[in-house]
């Protein structure tokens, strides 16, 4: 069983920065790729980013220049640099995994910009 564990929101005012950690476990094959999703209160779960076993990196453009996500594959593990945070960027913040068309979801963590 497969199980992805969030760590590192909270409450930060604009301008401030955050990591976020995302540590997989229950594997023994890596992923294909690891990245985050965030869900705003009456919006869509969307893309944040990801990055792939390869190293390549993909960005929404509402964080691009803001965000950094970086990864551990020893550890199974990816993390989320938010920098210059904005109120906008207040959501529930997803960790995901994919390997083989199998998607994988954390449980979600609560990352709130004052402003």
């Known amino acids: 069983q497969v199980q992805l564990v969030e760590s590192g929101g909270g409450l930060v005012q604009a301008g401030g920065s955050l990591r976020l950690s995302c540590a997989a476990s229950?594997?023994?094959?890596?992923?294909?790729?690891m990245g985050w999703y965030r869900q705003a209160p009456g919006k869509q779960r969307e893309l944040v980013g990801l990055?792939?076993?390869?190293?390549?990196?993909k960005y929404a453009d509402s964080v691009k220049g803001r965000f950094t996500i970086s990864e551990d594959g020893a550890k199974n593990t990816v993390y989320l640099q938010m920098n210059s945070l904005k109120p906008e960027d207040t959501a529930v913040y997803y960790c995901?995994?994919?390997?083989?068309?199998?998607?994988?979801w954390g449980k979600g963590i609560l990352v709130t910009v004052s402003s």
């Open positions: 995901h995994a994919f390997r083989y068309g199998v998607d994988y």
């Open positions: 229950g594997i023994i094959l890596s992923f294909n790729g």
């Open positions: 990055i792939t076993s390869g190293g390549s990196t």
